[in-house]
């Protein structure tokens, strides 16, 4: 169920509510960027241990 106000709405509250909404928007939207970059580099160690092992021989 939405929240309905009960008091009056402001103009500082509308534009609480607006900061609020666009500071959780630019966080969410770092974090996204970091585990992008993270996801990455993990992919890329691991392909580089793979190619390791198969010059070793070890891998079947």
């Given at each position: 169920m939405p929240f309905i106000p009960q008091g009056n709405v402001t103009g500082k509250g509308l534009i609480a509510a607006f900061l609020g909404m666009l500071i959780s928007y630019a966080a969410l939207r770092i974090y996204a960027k970091l585990m992008d970059a993270y996801i990455e580099k993990k992919e890329k160690e691991l392909k580089e241990e793979l190619r390791?092992?198969?010059?070793?021989?070890d891998l079947y």
């Open positions: 390791e092992e198969e010059d070793m021989g």
